[in-house]
């Protein structure tokens, strides 16, 4: 992700049961974003958890100065582990409070769906019957 107006990767605020959770972004590069809005090169919003940052490569632009990343209060269990940031001011902003030293533990792939997973958040209406003419 490079070059972009606003952050390169950013993980919007939503509420609880839609919020993002149970994310890992690694080995990325992600350069001189931020352009013209925005707090950081990846941004991390709302009620996210479980999120882990990787081995990412990620680049500042000399102007405007923007941080490397930003995680918004009340994201909780972030882990970064071996990100190289450079060209950043700040490298990182966040509350420790957020952050969490072992990489979060989640289940995923088809081998770890419930039945819970495929319900939809709104009343079911049954589909109209199909006419044939």
């Known amino acids: 992700m490079e070059r972009n107006a606003a952050a390169g990767i950013i993980l919007r605020p939503g509420p609880p049961p839609v919020e993002v959770h ?22 991390i919003h709302g009620a996210a958890h479980d999120i882990t940052l990787t081995d990412n490569k990620i680049v ?32 990182v902003i966040t509350q420790a409070a957020s952050l969490v030293t072992e990489e979060p533990a989640f289940a995923c792939g088809i081998e770890s769906l419930r039945p ?18």
């Open 22 to 43: 149970a994310c890992t972004i690694r080995r990325c590069q992600v350069h001189e974003n931020a352009q013209q809005r925005g707090r950081a090169q990846i941004e």
């Open 60 to 91: 500042g632009a000399s102007e405007p100065a923007r941080a490397g990343i930003y995680v918004a209060p009340g994201a909780e269990r972030i882990f970064m582990q071996g990100n190289t940031i450079s060209g950043c001011r700040p490298q």
């Open 116 to 133: 819970r997973h495929s319900r939809h958040l709104a009343p079911q209406t049954p589909a109209p019957p199909n006419s044939v003419s």
